[in-house]
């Protein structure tokens, strides 16, 4: 009855703003590290006028939640709709790069149930994470990645030539590779302006009948922060704030942050200090912007088109960043930081327009939503949750947390209520309970700023209860996990 209802309110919605009997293109753009750090967020160090034409024009969710803070399991949780438990899927490898499709072929994927609904779908950038696989021929009719490489400038190169030279006499360089870059060129040098413009082609050129869906995958402001000098020259270094919380949390275990220190495969962590700190955050923040830039032209792409009024525009974030915050320049933890990422949805004439909604939701939501508002069938797979209660009610509970995971001390789970963050690591067999971490998580900071388990047992004998009551029931996959 509850899914005939909803079925009901999507075709209502939508009768709203197709005509009769058409099928709304979609716009699927996927944004690497992005922390929701906008204007629409209530931010104001970015500049990023596109994206918040889109929050402005759109619904903008902002306890969005990916469902591992690592690349290739969130963008595999979010295409599939199943959690990492669920498609049984917890990293990737470069050294190990396979098609995640092989070992489970019986999974629909967002894309796929489109195509299967008479959609075209091509994709460029990085959508899934490659070394998972790209899953061409059953989510999309045509893929390209598109990748230019890491560095074009001669700066870059000098600095690449320098660090081979003192490996190979045996000595450690400061730096290995350069962790940010600019150089004066165009948009198209590097890999995200390139696909960019044939995205735009793309638009241009579509005479196909089918409605298309079309994905663009944006790699920064993922390391290395490279981008054209026009955006960082956006930006006074000397204005760029320092992490506010710059140390450990009181109450942090051994186990909260990860052992995976991304950024000391690009320079030594000695020779970060406050200038360094700043001058790295200049350069995240001049990633945004350039990205910002080629959503403004691929907007303005669909506008000239004129689809601009038949195309859900979807935009999302893979997991956050830590940028110094708690000491760390990494992600893969399940802190608010790493966990936390940007969601918009715009739908055909402005719909909700500047609506903000605050319920904790998670990425394995987005394809049951795109299904209900499209009028497919979502995939039996799907674990997420249709938003459209939330569209009709912002106080609607949707469910009673969103949910993170990542393998830590056997595997940490966290679950994100409106008012707490709870953390619990568990035995992967047993799941009984190794460690436990609570946090009451302030609106105006969405930090933890202390463990506070000691203070609140009642709270966290409840939480407990919660996590492990879903854990009983949830799907887990059975059988081998996807290797990495």
């Known amino acids: 009855m509850k899914k005939f209802l909803l079925k009901a309110i999507a075709v209502s919605f939508t009768s709203s703003l197709f005509a009769q009997n058409d099928k709304p293109n979609v716009l699927f ?4 590290d992005m922390r929701p750090e906008l204007n629409c967020y209530g931010e104001s160090q970015i500049i990023s006028p596109n994206m918040d034409r889109l929050a402005n024009e759109g619904i903008t969710f902002t306890r969005a939640y990916c469902q591992q803070a690592l690349c290739g399991p969130s963008r595999l949780s979010l ?7 669920g498609i049984g899927n917890y990293g990737m490898n470069s050294s190990n790069k396979i098609e995640w499709r092989d070992y489970r072929p019986g ?26 696989g790209i899953d061409e021929g059953y989510s999309w009719d045509k893929f390209t990645q598109g990748w ?27 730096i290995i590779r350069p962790a940010v870059d600019f ?52 930006y006074d270094r000397n204005s760029i704030k320092l992490p506010q919380y710059a140390n450990v949390a009181p109450g942090f275990t051994e186990y909260t942050l990860s052992p995976y220190k991304e950024i000391e495969s690009y320079i030594s962590r000695s020779i970060i200090d406050e200038d360094k700190t700043k001058e790295l955050r200049h350069g995240y923040y001049a990633c945004i912007s350039y990205v910002d830039a080629q959503i403004g032209k691929i907007l303005q792409a669909l506008e000239d088109k004129g689809e601009l009024q038949n195309t859900i525009i979807v935009l999302w974030g893979d997991h956050g960043f830590k940028l110094g915050d708690f000491g760390e320049w990494a992600k893969a933890t399940n802190l608010e930081i ?29 394809m049951p939503t795109l299904c209900d508002f499209a009028n497919i069938e979502t995939p039996s797979n799907a674990e997420g949750k249709s938003l459209l209660p939330l569209l009709c009610d912002q106080n609607a509970e949707l469910r009673p947390f969103a949910l993170t995971q990542y393998p830590r001390n056997g595997m940490a789970y966290s679950i994100r209520t409106q008012k707490w963050r709870y953390t619990e690591y568990v035995d992967k067999n047993t799941f009984e309970t190794r460690e436990q971490e609570l946090y009451l998580i302030r609106d105006e900071i969405l930090m933890e700023e202390e463990n506070v388990e000691d203070l609140y047992p009642e709270e966290v004998a409840r939480l407990s209860k919660m996590l492990h009551d879903y854990l009983e029931t949830a799907p887990r996959w059975d059988g081998p996990a996807i290797p990495y």
């Open 29 to 32: 753009i996927a944004i690497d």
């Open 338 to 366: 790493d966990t936390r990422v940007p969601f918009i949805i715009r739908f055909p004439k402005k719909s909700m327009a500047g609506t903000k909604i605050a319920t904790p939701i998670e990425l394995t939501d987005i």
């Open 148 to 174: 230019k490489g890491a560095y074009s400038s001669p700066r870059a190169q000098e600095i690449l030539a320098t660090a081979d030279s003192l490996i190979a006499i045996g000595e450690e360089p400061d």
């Open 79 to 85: 295409m599939t709709g199943m959690h990492p438990d």
């Open 107 to 132: 999974v629909t994927s967002l894309p796929e149930q489109f195509r299967n609904n008479g959609y075209y779908a091509e994709g460029f950038g990085k959508i899934y994470d490659n070394r998972l």
């Open 183 to 234: 150089w004066d060129t165009t948009d198209e040098t590097y890999t995200d302006g390139s696909n960019t413009k044939l995205a735009v082609e793309f638009l241009q050129n579509y005479i196909k009948d089918e409605p298309f869906f079309l994905a663009v995958g944006f790699s920064k402001p993922h390391l290395p922060f490279v981008a054209p000098k026009k955006y960082w020259d956006l």
